[in-house]
């Protein structure tokens, strides 16, 4: 017995009019089937009888790369930025997209084409080695394949943009700091009472205390050292004012100190921010004496007296002699 789908089928094309045989249902079964379209994720030939046909004489399962969807009459390669690596796709949704740090420049991918190259990132989908939107920005670098900028160290900036490794993050300035990662420029100056070395991530580093006998102005890339015949016993000094004169009596011989460099020598006096301890304008004069860390010349006592410069010690002073 047939079934009442292919009597069906013998009567809408006129076949009953002859003898029902299986030859004629064998014909029509077939005629019909080529009309159905093709199943999706297959190509199927003209001569198809089948929807879903995988003998390459029917037809085949969608390739690699491509999709097929119901009724193609030939695979749609996958769109660029996209690929597969699988058979019997059906519509493009299911092609992959390229993954961040690769790019698909063709159509009909079965695998990303490549990297992304350096000073470049690759968003997913990207279908160029060097994107238009995917220049690397200032303030960071981007090595082969990189799926996003990676922003420069704290302490370092980056002042132009196609950066392809972290060595083109240059160092901080001296004098100044960068306190946050993906700097294009510095953050500002170091403050007074400290000095930034390159590469200071802060305006008061740690490491950066201006010490004692030295001063540091905003945007001191180093310590000033106090000049000669002043000191500085106090850290985090701003300004050459607080540099103290040595004080009278005593000397300061070279620059930077914390503390006075010791007394003046005996035959000499110190006048304050003296820087030797013979100065040359610090003779002891005539008639006068000077024991050692004398701030002024002392006279002699009344009634004596003495000739001679350089005196040490009141012993120096001779009595007058009537004449």
């Known amino acids: 017995m047939y079934s009442t789908v292919v009597l069906c089928l013998l009567a809408v094309s006129g076949a009953l009019a002859m003898p029902v045989t299986d030859s004629l249902v064998a014909t029509v079964v077939m005629t019909t089937a080529v009309s159905r379209p093709c199943d999706p994720g297959y190509i199927c030939f003209p001569n198809s009888t089948v ?21 193609a009459l ?5 769109p660029i930025g996209s690929y597969s690596n699988l058979i019997g796709l059906a519509d493009a949704s299911e092609c992959v997209q390229c993954p961040a740090g690769y790019y698909c ?26 994107p238009v939107d995917g220049t690397c920005p200032e303030g960071c670098y981007c090595p082969t394949g990189s799926a996003a900028p990676i922003p420069c160290p704290v302490g370092t900036m980056n002042p132009v943009s196609h950066g392809s490794s ?36 802060s305006p008061t580093p740690v490491d950066g205390t201006c010490p004692e006998g030295h001063y540091c102005p905003t945007g001191s890339a180093a310590p000033t050292p106090c000049p000669v015949g002043t000191m500085n016993p106090v850290s985090l000094g701003t300004g050459v ?6 004080p009278a009596g005593q000397y300061c011989s070279g620059a930077g100190l914390q503390t006075l460099t010791g007394p003046c020598s005996a035959g000499y006096f110190c006048i304050p921010g003296s820087h030797s301890p013979t100065p040359i304008d610090g003779a002891c004069p005539e008639g006068h004496y000077c024991p050692t860390g004398s701030a002024v010349p002392s006279p002699c006592p009344v009634g004596t007296m003495n000739p001679d410069s350089h005196g040490t010690n009141v012993l120096d002073c001779r009595p007058c002699q009537d004449e």
């Open 51 to 71: 929807p879903n046909p995988t003998d390459g004489i029917m037809g085949y399962i969608c390739p690699v790369g491509h999709f097929c969807p119901t009724g």
């Open 74 to 78: 030939e695979e749609i390669p996958c």
């Open 105 to 130: 420049s063709l159509p009909g991918l079965q695998a990303p084409l490549g990297l992304c190259d350096p000073g470049y990132f690759c968003i997913p989908g990207s279908q160029s080695p060097t």
């Open 166 to 201: 972290v060595s083109e993050c240059v160092l901080c300035p001296a004098g100044q700091y960068c306190s946050g990662a993906g700097l294009q420029t510095p953050t500002g100056h170091c403050s007074a009472g400290y000095f930034c070395i390159p590469g200071s991530q």
């Open 241 to 246: 004012s607080e540099c103290v004169l040595c």
